[in-house]
């Protein structure tokens, strides 16, 4: 890939300044201009990045020359209005995840791109971390035949305070929508359609009415299950199983960036083994953003991998899955 994109970036949080020193990891890629609500915040963002451009507000990034795509990494609650100031203005769109608050507004969004005929996904990074990608293969490839279960979950233990995104509701705080989604993408992931023709799920809930912990399970046709855990309250193991008819497939901790997979393979009562290491350097989010690119190179509307038709299916999952928990936002 010869050409050089220049990336803009809205919200200027820990995410964003990870996925700015990851950007510098590729060849391809230059932080061409960066937008916060303070105009001092984004200078001194812009300064130490490198980009020649800084803004006080989002409106005026989506009026800067030069753009080829916009990372979007403002809290949740804003990614809607966000994104769809970027379509609007014909810029391309990576946006974190969760996508939106709701289907309906993902849908919006993506009835939007479409519309304009301009790029958009959800920054799914997980999907494209070496490690992962490479157990996704194996279940396709069907290496540990017909897989009947999908375990997997993510904690991380966040002494309560008020203030912080994680646990204001106005920002659309909670565990589920935070972290439970990386459990609730992989069942998708590897289970793929239908879509799970029962979802049952429980949860506990802050002083700031946000969920603390949540377990949820898939149940789909066929004997197929998806058993899922997050949780703020504690640190758990963050790994994943993908269990099949002869073997498994294990994630080493952190699953959603591993860098070691194990697989198992059913020998009577013994099991053949075998690990595969994928080290990398950075945070992994240059992953998605090399992925992006090639997208636009090629010409294309939405990636393969994340296509925007998944988002929707995951909107919507996480739409049932906050029903039945009574999580409101």
Known sequence: MSRVFSWGIIGLGKIARKFAEDLQRLPNARLHAVASTSADRAAAFAGEFGAAHAFGSYEELARCPGLDVVYIATPHVLHYENTMLCLEHN??????????????QAAHMVHTARRHRVFLMEALWTRFIPGVDYALALAEQNEIGRIHTVKSDFGFHMPFDPNSRVFNKALGGGSLLDIGIYPALLALFVLGKPLPEDIQAAATFTATDVDESC???FRYPDNRLALCHS?????????AWLLGSEGSIYLHPRWHH????RVSHYEGRTEHRYEKEFPYEGWGYHFEAAHVMECLEAGLLE??????????????TLDTLRELIGLEY
């Open 303 to 316: 990636s393969d991998k994340i296509p925007l038709d998944f988002t929707l299916e995951l909107a919507e």
């Open 91 to 104: 810029l391309p769109v990576l946006c974190e995840k969760p996508f939106a608050m709701s289907r309906q």
């Open 215 to 217: 377990a949820f399970h």
């Open 258 to 261: 591993t860098q070691k997979v």
């Open 231 to 239: 949780t703020i309250a504690a640190n758990t193991p963050v790994e």
